[in-house]
DNA sequence: CTTTCTATTCGTCAGTCGAC
DNA sequence: GTCGACTGACGAATAGAAAG
C-alpha cells in the first residue's frame, strides 16, 4: 500500500506554513552552508537550508503521526478488553442475583 | 475480467498545549 | 513569544468485496 510517494502538496495552496516557521538553528544542518566564516549565505544557500528544515520537519511529522495512530490503536484494544471483562462480570453478577432471588422465592414459600 | 464501492493506511497541514 | 510534540482532519493511494 502506498508504495508510490504520496504527491506532495503545494504549500502554497493551504496558506503556506506560518503556523510551523522554524527559526532555530538545528544541530548538523548549518555545518553543510559554506566554510567562510562571517560570510552571509547567499539566496541559493538560504533556499537549500529552507529545503533541508522543511524535509527534516516532515520527516519528524511523519513519524510523530506514526506513533500517535499506533498509541490510539493500543488505547482502543484496551478499551475494546475492558469492554469485555466488564460484560462478563455484568452476565456474573446477574446470574448471581438470579440465583439469589430464586433461594429468596423458595423460603418465603 | 472490469467496474464500482467501501474500508484502511499513510503523509501532510493546521491547531493546541506545555516547557523553556 | 518561540519551540517541539501531539493529534484531528483531510485527501490520495491501495486493497478487497460485491455486482455486472
Known sequence: ???????????????????YQISSPVSGLSQVMDGSPGSLPSPQQLTEEASRK?????????????????????????????????????KTLIEELKALKDLYCHKTE
Open 1 to 19: 500500500m502506498a508504495l508510490t510517494g504520496p504527491a506532495e502538496k503545494n504549500p502554497s495552496t493551504t496558506g503556506g506554513m506560518s503556523a
Open 54 to 90: 522543511r524535509e527534516l520537519r516532515l520527516m519528524k511529522n511523519r513519524e510523530a503521526a506514526r506513533e500517535c495512530r499506533r498509541k490510539k490503536k493500543e488505547y482502543v484494544k484496551c478499551l475494546e478488553n475492558r469492554v469485555a471483562v466488564l460484560e462478563k462480570q455484568n
